[in-house]
């Protein structure tokens, strides 16, 4: 892809970007391939969702295919495409092949493709975009056609999808006949920007622009599309509206609200927009969505969306701990947006926050095993309460029956290489550390790199940097944003790298074989959060590197929620065998004893009584691989 | 009444005692009165709920008379006859007798009467107490019948309740050909022991036990009722019946689980039921029931219910604060649940609970103005969230579509002087301490007491006792668990009386005049909750003798969840004009600095910049009477 005006970086591609599989990223890919992927395939086929695809669901059949069935098979289409650029396999390639014939067999004529609509209820096509995913589930198909593409060089899906979008193209827009619409649910944006680069055609990014720009405008589609329905406007109307980011115009936009994983995939959408138009003002609202939800809405996971109603984001500086939702998707989602705001400009604090939601609330959201899931992701589980009373599961699922975030999980690991290595102009910019090895062109020179590192767990990283013949270029090594103190050196030497932007700029001759060396110093760091966090006044939590930790109570004996941690308590940490190895946190804490209360529920205050305990923290990332109970992120100070 | 063996305590009836209008709960009882009576009245009358017992609703008429419309206009019946009782008018009686009338008008010849399933859904009479509150409609006229009944001494609205009741007692049953049934919704059970003791008829107490005995069998009626109707058992009936309190035999029920208004309603059934038919058994699982909710459930405002979903009791020590239901009813359920043990024990622990309720979490329901409602009484509110991400208003509402908070506030404020003294024996109980007056009948001395006081602001309680002529009987005062110190004297002198079970007995010889004055110690108390509540861990609570405190965003610059208490921050209380008078509590405590942050959402820990301010807390009972914002019962200890 070339440079444009709003465009800084380009992603290396998944076939140049190798991880190690002994890596913490790669065992999680490792995995990912091996363990989710098939279990992901095998759950669909269980359920129906890729059979429904033969059409042949009839009334009164039990088991009616759902409205979203088909984004879950396309997103396994995806994922499997992405996984095949590293790791091709015939088995896998034929399996792949098969559901994508499939999904091209249930095309009709019109290139209208979507099950639900076609054999449930044909007589209510596009009759509720607001509500019923019908161009959300187009989109997703189109994402897993760019895939399927990109690495098998088929063209079969694609054009599938080409034909719907010209279909849906036929039916949206401005013109006489046309209806206003866009979806309730975003995601076709940002797939109509991959179908445009995908193809070259300039339709698709046509179609992406409208769907965005015409979101939010009055008079109000959805009301227009409810009286179509017979249905009176609604007098929630307005909720309505903010929970789908369609209360105003895109533009006018400038606090993240609603549905969380929605509005992510909006604004990844707007900036899709906005890097091939190159517009602007479009970027400039993404611009401050993003500050928005940076600075006041996510998790210190990465989490974003704070209520459980409506899976929705929160007010400013509303993040509730043990009510957090933070649906996977949602980070997934985060990531997604943060890409593209890095590609666009360049900037290290985008990949902060991709690393800090992969390595923390992403993670969390499968099992090290691979094959459990959570959908939310708490920041405190109060593991005291019987399952009546449970808020929050501390035990993961299998599936769900609305499985959005094992399939969401499975595409973005499969797509990781996407988001180590960037190019511009002359530079190779190193985004997060994994070992690997990546190759590229940059400037008629092949370069290739190759990571060697214990990260996150440790921050030394090794980088040899292999040239067909030596050249000038810079290679851009971020700075993550929580390193206060790094060193670097070039073949033994230390570099006095500028750093502008997040990014340490090595620009110099490179030889084959030559040496770079980054020590991230990686201590144990107490966080606290904005005082206007209600929910973590008075808290601490724990973080080395990018990972943030809690405290699980199968390592303690008091009750997680009755400990907090002194100010001056020392804190080590310690490479463990634990959890598929990893680095805890230890050190003495104080819990409040449960002692001398006969009891009552409240009594008055003379003293507290406490005992020191040893507390151990575990990535957040890595709890609930274990036995069930309470956890927390944030502990009291003391 | 006469003593019963399980029942230690006959309450004065409501004619016997006279609130001074100036005191503090004679204030509210005014403005219920004055205020809320007429407004229920009204909103009862707007929405159609009054007219329709009209029965002239036709489909497709606008407004279908609603299931449970029928309590809430029973619950208006039942408040103005219990008015009527020291307060009669010649015009507030003929309204109420109107109203009364037409009631009766709408019962049909069978004895059945209840609105919606009459003119609405004829056909569907009684295929559903699980879900449709059709005998829980039928408790509340009951209710209402007793109360018009002994206020009036009209037979008029008793009798027709007793032929419905007659009908109900034809339709569920052990007998043949009749329905195992019992209300989902509890209530009914205590309402059929008021009939019995209005009527003497063992009939109604038979009915009552019945329900009370059958509830939760197997195999269970819910799901042989459902399958009546042609659906399916439910997967999730266990749930569902746990819900309803219906998951087991009540005797072997031990822990308050499920909707919580139901449950207290139920428990306060069982008690009714236990005391009556001298049921030893069902009174221990009463007291099972009570400990639970007294040292494991109830919040420190007498709240009950930590779910907003389901509107249901939490686990044990699930108490969370901002997301507390606390539904108004829910306490109101306490309080009724708490007289009867009270009346069956004459232990004070049970008045106790009546007064934290009653001066926290019930008066909080009900604004100072009695025209506005909170249907959920949370402990916390972050206030700097907008009201797409509120969790709970801080503004009370005029009305509710459900409606039973208001009706059962104006019923239970109604009905308060039941509350405050009772007779066993040759003794007189003060549970409550209220400016006024109770007369009675004892061992064939007329006995009156005249109480005045300033509490709850102040310990100090002055008792006059005025006899026909002198004669030895006991005075019992209740000593609140709240008090660590108080005097006690007689005409003057100290008067070393014995306490037992909560009460200080004053037995002797008594003379018209006698003076007894009762000085409790009411310092600040800072409390806190038993280190098993994972909410409240590091906070502690501010209460005053009965009154809990709270921090209100009004009264402060620094944002209220900012603001800490250190642990020797000296407190004061104060009189003031503020709230309709009132004490409220000041002194200095700590405010995170919102300073230096940059717009960042997390830094490392280095310090947290703090800010010393002055603080003024005002009773909860009280909040949300000025302006909108955030609010605390618990703070940070410090």
Redesign the interface.
Known sequence: MPAKPLRKLTPLGLAQVVFLDDGFLGQRIRTNRNVTLPIAYRRCKETGRIDAFRMDWKPPMPNPPHKFWDSDVAKWVEAAAYDLATHPQSERRKRLDAVVNLIASAQQSDGYLNVHYTIVEPEKRWTNVRDNHELYCAGHLMEAAVAHYRTTGSRKMLDVLGRYADHIASVFGRGEGQKRGYCGHPEIELALVKMYRATGERKYLDLAKYLVDERGQQPHFYDAEAAARGEDPRADSP?CW?SLQAHKPVREQNEV?GHAVRAMYLHSGMADVAMETGDAGLMAACRKLW?NV???K?Y?TGGVG??NTGE???????L?N??AYAETCASIGLVLFARRMLEAHADAKYADVIERALYNGILSGVSLSGDKFFYSNPLAV?G???P????HQDVRQEWFNVSCCPTNVIRLLASLGEYVYSTADNALYVHLYASGTATTELAGRTVSLKQQTDYPWDGQVALTVRVDRPGAFSLMLRIPAWC?RYKLTVNGKGFAAPVARGYARITRKWSDGDQVRLVLEMPV???????????N??K??LQRGPIVYCLEQCDHAA?V??I?LP?KAKLTARRVRLLGGCVVIEGAATA???AD?K???????RE?QTKKIRFRAVPYSLWANRRPG?MTVWL??Q
């Open positions: 909720q903010q609200v500050d940076a600075t006041r996510m210190i704070s209520h929705a984001m929160g007010a400013n500086y509303e509730p043990e009510t109060n005291c309460y019987k009546e009373g449970r808020r206060r760091e107490r966080v606290v959060a904005n005082p206007a966090v209600p929910d006044v008075g601490v939590a009750p929620p009755s907090s100010d409040v004893s449960p209360w009891g009552n529920l409240y009594r008055p205050y507290v309470a009291a100070r």
